[in-house]
């Protein structure tokens, strides 16, 4: 019995000493996995460590570059290459507006036109009582669309052409009323000067660097000005088709055009909201360079309240 127990014994010891064995031998390899890994995250860090510090010597040196060009284009008093060549670029605008002026001279005439003149379509502050209130018109013809008698819109136009003649002519003196101006309709009159004026509109956006509320297309007697509205599902609004890839019932936005002329055929309601959309144009620029106008029924003079400022 005591020799089966020293057996007994010494297998348990031995089983405890390969079970040690065992475990000594899995610490050893799971330390030299971790130091494995270890050195390739050291690695790793020294690489990363590396980056940084180039990284941050780069920035340095471009921070250093951004001032030395900062300095440069701005230059000793602020007078440096950039800001000459802003304000090169604003006396630059300021003398194409300048030129926009010349080709559409817009004058403020009196014309007496009786007890129905106070009616006109664009007549601006500055008359006195019992006085007739002022006419402007562009290029020598006036803006009138209040209906009024042919004789006496042909009459302002004529005038206020033979005017402009006589002031790029130097001469002082007024020439014969125009022949075409006299046998022009009153819409016709303002569908002409309403082209004028929208031309004079697309240049001035372009040449200030305007994107315009409502942009405006140039053509003439035949302008006319875009705006984008919400048509419902039945399909109701100005000049609408049919989309595509909308799915039924559900509001559209479309691009409609808006007449400046109201000759025969055109709805007056579209003309209307077109010459209210002009003026909006009209006062976004005011309003972009700290200029106030008179308010939407006054195209001409705060139109030249613009070119006056060149």
Known sequence: GDLQRRVALRHARE???????????AAERAA???RGEASGIQASIVQREKALRHAERELQASKQRLSEADALLQGEGGRGALVEAKKQLHVR?????????????????????????????????????GSPPPQYSIAGVCLNFQNKPHNEAA???????????????????TPQASAAAADMEPDQLVAVAFGYVAHVLVLLTRYLGILPRYPVRAAASRSSV??????????????????????????????????????????????????????????????????????????????????DAA
């Open 15 to 25: 089983h405890r000493r390969a079970a040690l064995h065992e475990r000594i031998s």
């Open 32 to 34: 030299a996995r971790c």
């Open 93 to 129: 605008r300021w003398s194409l507006v300048r030129q926009v002026a010349d080709v559409y001279p817009i004058l403020k005439e009196y014309f007496d036109s009786g007890s129905d003149a106070s009616a006109a379509g664009d007549a601006g502050p500055g008359a006195g009582v």
């Open 155 to 173: 009459h302002a136009t004529s005038a206020a052409r033979g005017k402009v003649a006589a002031r790029a002519a130097g001469s002082g003196r």
């Open 226 to 307: 875009c705006d984008t509205m919400v048509v419902n599902r039945r399909g109701e609004g100005f000049g609408v088709g049919r989309d595509a890839g909308r799915k039924r019932g559900e509001p559209r936005r479309v691009t409609v055009s808006l007449p400046l002329h109201a000759e025969a055929g055109v709805e007056p309601s579209h003309f209307a909201f077109a010459v209210v959309q002009l003026n909006k144009n009209i006062e976004q620029i005011l309003q972009m360079f700290g200029m106030s106008g008179l308010g939407p029924k006054h195209t001409l003079h705060n139109l030249a309240t613009v070119m």
